[in-house]
């Protein structure tokens, strides 16, 4: 996949470029607010996990760029669940801002791995504030929380804003929700700047390739050039508010510069189906849908062409408890940042779809 150029940064000679932290730099969001602060000037310090094969992909393309933006991007090794690497880095580095991103992020893995989900994404939060802490840092350091719309969980009302409560539905949610505490406490504990940032989901081609956006992205580039046939899903009826990462990266930059800390809400105000999101996916290659059966033996196939089955559920996808509608209302970022979405949903599927079919004919597509 060709990646976007690295533009030149904005940081005037002589200045003292600002420091920041990203964890989960490797992630879909590390990789693109790695970007967007390199261009802004930033020093920027990654925070990567050691893995046996290699997983820095979507960062290679900056890394490397030593020209450019390689003496400003610096990477060390570190995890959410280990404290003295966390006080290290940030004693070492006194950033000025640090983004928390990393997490095990996935909603159904967490049912699989509930204890370390709340290690990494819960208390990892609790490392980070002490961490701060420790290194005496409480006024100088600004910190932005990757909270989630996963919070609201349990529809208890529509469209879900900062205001909504909290009614989480997985490992995943309630971990989430110890670390959006305990931003709040300490933030009124110790007067420090921290900001929850409260993302409805968001993608790219740089999508993590288990999420179901991406999954199904990828499977339909593969149906369109005949190297697939169908797709397995779980629940065809989910609904979100799907928006565009580099739209959201925007965002958290925004919530950090604000002078007085509060917590906001990026959504698009716009929600989709599963099935809607497989439908557009389609489209793209040219191709139209038409739904049948029930329940688990609900499937799709291309429309006057009833043998063709592209779709088929598999119950394994399901979850013990789902989340069935996430709709966002981002009137406080838009009032409070001036932040709005600019890339439609139609548009967040063309640029995947786009880059789906590139990556097949790159032959980078191994299932
Ligand atoms: P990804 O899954 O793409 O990236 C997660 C990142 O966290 C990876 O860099 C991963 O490293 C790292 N990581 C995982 N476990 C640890 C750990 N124990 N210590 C340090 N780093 C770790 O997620 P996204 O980029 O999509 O999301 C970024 C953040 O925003 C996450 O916290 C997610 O929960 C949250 N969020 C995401 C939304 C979305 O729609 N994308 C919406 C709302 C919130 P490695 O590459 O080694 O696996
Ligand atoms: P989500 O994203 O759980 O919202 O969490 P995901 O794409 O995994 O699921 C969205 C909805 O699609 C349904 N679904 C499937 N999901 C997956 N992964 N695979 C399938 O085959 C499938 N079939 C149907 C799910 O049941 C669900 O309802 C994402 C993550 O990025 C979190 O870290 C983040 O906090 C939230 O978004 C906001």
């Known amino acids: 996949m060709a990646e976007p150029e ?29 970007e967007f602060l390199l261009e802004k000037g930033y020093e920027v310090h990654g925070i990567i996990r050691r893995s046996s ?6 960062i290679d393309h900056i890394y490397r760029d030593r020209h450019e933006s390689a003496v400003r ?8 669940t280990d404290s003295t690497n966390l006080m290290h880095i940030i004693y070492e580095v006194q950033p000025d801002e640090i983004y928390n991103l990393g997490a095990m992020s996935h909603v159904k893995v967490s049912f699989e791995m509930s204890e370390y989900t709340a290690e990494a994404d ?27 719309s996963e919070l609201y969980g349990k529809v208890q009302e529509i469209p879900q804003k900062e205001t909504t409560p909290f009614y ?72 979100r508010d799907w928006g565009h990462a580099r739209d959201y990266i925007k965002g958290m930059w925004l919530m ?4 007085e800390p509060s917590d906001y809400v990026l959504s698009t105000g716009e929600c989709h189906s599963v099935k809607e999101f497989v439908e ?13 059966g029930e329940g688990v033996e609900e499937y799709g196939h291309i429309k006057d062409d009833p043998e063709n089955i592209v779709v088929k559920v598999d119950p394994r996808y399901f979850r013990p ?45 191994h299932l």
């Open 6 to 34: 690295v533009k030149k940064s904005k940081v005037a000679d002589g200045e003292t470029p600002k420091k920041a932290i990203i964890t989960g730099i490797t992630g879909q969001d590390g990789s693109y607010l790695a």
């Open 280 to 292: 557009e996916s389609f489209k793209y290659v040219g191709m139209e849908i038409t739904w049948a």
């Open 168 to 239: 989480p539905r997985s490992p995943y949610g309630v971990a989430k929700q110890f670390g959006y505490w305990m931003l709040v406490n300490y933030r009124e504990a110790y007067g420090m700047h921290l900001t929850n940032g409260i993302l409805f989901n968001h993608e790219s081609p740089r999508r993590g390739p288990t999420f179901v956006t991406r999954k199904i992205t990828r499977a339909v580039a593969r149906i369109h050039r005949g190297k697939q046939k169908t797709i397995y899903l779980g629940n065809l009826d989910a609904k």
């Open 321 to 365: 408890t789902e989340v069935e509608l996430l709709l966002g209302d981002c009137s406080k970022a838009k009032a409070e940042l001036g932040w709005v979405p600019e890339i439609t949903f139609e548009e967040l599927v063309k640029d995947m779809m786009k880059s789906d079919i590139a990556n097949v004919d790159a032959g980078h597509d």
């Open 53 to 58: 094969s290699f997983n820095t992909q979507r």
């Open 73 to 80: 991007l610096k990477l060390h090794y570190g995890d959410l």
């Open 122 to 148: 819960g208390v990892g939060v609790l490392r980070l504030l002490n961490a701060i802490r420790s290194a005496g840092l409480e006024k100088k350091t600004r910190l932005y929380q990757a909270s989630t």
């Open 256 to 259: 950090v510069q604000r002078d």
